[in-house]
Every structure is written in C-alpha cells, then in structure tokens.
C-alpha cells in the first residue's frame, strides 16, 4: 500500500482532550501519531458523527482546529485546519 500522506509523523501515546464545535460534547483521547497536517486519534467514546472539533493536548494545553477527514470505530484522522 502506498504512503499518501504528504508529511512524516510522530508516533505517540498522549492524553488528549476533543471539544467538537457547534456542541457541548467533549470526550478524551489518546493523540497516537502527529504531522505538521494532522493527527490519528484513538477515541473510545467519541460521537459517531463529528466534522469539526479542537484538540487539545501537552503539558501546555496547545489547542488546534481540526476537521475529520476519516473515522472508524475508536480511532479517527484530523486534518489541522487554520
């Protein structure tokens, strides 16, 4: 299978918080792997539907816009969007 992502990325276990935009709904999740153009994420109760969230994770609290490009149960990719 051929590699379609235009970025490297990091591999990760880290905690990890998802606000989906347009809702009160938040959920934790485990940020599994990083890129300068997104990220998968391992989340056991997330909604089924969901297109825009922000992601928060670090000791600092960084928060990133994302949208879903792919979802499956208990995982999901983001694509960051500015």
């Known amino acids: 299978m051929q590699e379609r992502r ?3 990325r990091l591999l990760l276990a880290e905690n990890a918080r998802v606000l ?3 809702t009160q709904a938040e959920f934790d999740c485990i940020l599994r792997d990083i890129s300068a ?3 998968r994420l ?3 109760a997330a909604p089924d539907i969901v297109e825009d969230l922000t992601l928060t994770y670090g000791a600092d609290g960084a928060k990133i816009c994302c949208r879903v ?3 499956r149960p208990g995982e ?3 694509m960051f969007v500015s």
């Open 6 to 8: 235009l970025d490297a």
């Open 20 to 22: 989906v935009h347009g």
């Open 37 to 39: 153009g997104g990220a």
């Open 42 to 44: 391992l989340v056991p």
């Open 69 to 71: 490009v792919w979802q």
């Open 76 to 78: 999901m990719g983001v």
